[in-house]
């Protein structure tokens, strides 16, 4: 609630080096004006230095002078506005999980219910590159090699869009970011710091048969999979194709190397992370992750009560 606080500032200097008294107390070094009021009352306006700490305060005599306080700069505007805002802080949420575990599917519901701005590293370095800025073609350097993009070029690339005002107005939601402890410690030190750190846990027997099953349409850029969400037409079938890492020997590699960085992340996140089962169905495991967020929510809402009464 914003609260104003007036002043009305004369110009005129004093007639006489004696200040004007009653009863024997100095009233104010100040001009003194006649007051038109009928009532045997006047306003008198107590003189303190003007700054954000210390503003004129008023007070009611019984006679009837009013006497004004003097402009002490002619720069200062007549009035002064202090503003106190109780909106709450966005939610800023990081969510982590192995490959195919689910952790699209879950940042897209969170994003359509939260609005959150989702931050993905992957999809941040397709738009870096394809926009062609410097961080994208450092990024295309290395890629065009072979060689995976250093670690510094994908944190600066987070680092700029949570600046963003969209991430600091709307909260954000870092998905499978960061992956090793220098990066969340670094994520800390430049003052990014998560309400609430999701860990998606999916049985090993279960990744790797969503892995292995999964196919990528190359005319739509859907991905389907052939137990849990087949192809609509033989026409589509026919023309899936499997990802060169999308074996069993492959993912086990990936699931040994993410389940290595999750465990040094958690060490800087443990008493904010919760996990949750992503063995069960989508609406189920997001059925969790908004339980947890509503109850997030609702501690940043009396909190912020607390503080305002």
């Not at 870096?128 to 994908?154: D, F, H, T």
């Not at 990802?243 to 040994?256: A, C, G």
């Amino acid at each position: 609630m914003a609260c104003c606080s007036l002043s009305f500032p004369v110009t005129a200097k004093p007639r006489s080096p004696s200040p004007p008294t009653s009863g024997g107390v100095p009233l104010s070094p100040f001009r003194t004006y006649p007051s038109r009021s009928t009532s045997r009352s006047r306003l008198l306006f107590q003189s303190s230095p003007f700054s954000a700490c210390s503003l004129p305060s008023l007070s009611l005599h019984s006679d009837e002078t009013l006497i004004g306080r003097p402009r002490l700069s002619r720069s200062l505007p007549d009035f002064l506005v202090v503003s106190s805002s109780n909106k709450q802080e966005p939610l800023k949420v990081i969510i982590s999980g192995a490959p195919a575990s689910g952790k699209g599917t879950q940042c897209q519901l969170i994003t359509q219910k939260y609005g959150l701005v989702h931050i993905a590293a992957g999809d941040l370095l397709r738009a870096e590159i394809s926009s062609g800025s410097a961080n994208g073609k450092r990024a295309k350097e290395y890629m065009e090699k072979g060689q995976l993009v250093p670690k510094e070029i994908v944190f600066m690339m987070v680092k700029e869009r949570l600046l963003q005002s969209d991430s600091q107005e709307n909260g954000w939601l870092l998905d499978g970011f960061p992956r090793r402890l220098s990066q969340a410690t670094a994520l800390k030190e430049i003052g990014f710091q998560p309400d609430i750190f999701i860990l998606l846990e999916v049985a090993e027997d279960n990744l790797v048969e969503r892995v292995v099953g999964r196919r990528l349409d190359p005319v739509t850029g859907r991905i389907y999979h052939l137990k849990y969400s087949p192809p609509e037409t033989e026409e589509i079938a026919a023309r899936l194709t499997q990802r060169f890492d999308d074996t069993e020997e492959m993912v086990k590699l990936r699931l040994q190397t993410h389940h290595q960085n999750v465990e040094s992340v958690l060490s800087m996140y443990e008493d904010i992370t919760i996990k949750i089962n992503g063995n069960a169905s989508k609406e189920d495991v997001f059925s969790q992750i908004d339980k947890a967020l509503t109850t997030l929510i609702e501690k940043k809402n009396a909190t912020l009560g607390s503080l305002a009464a």
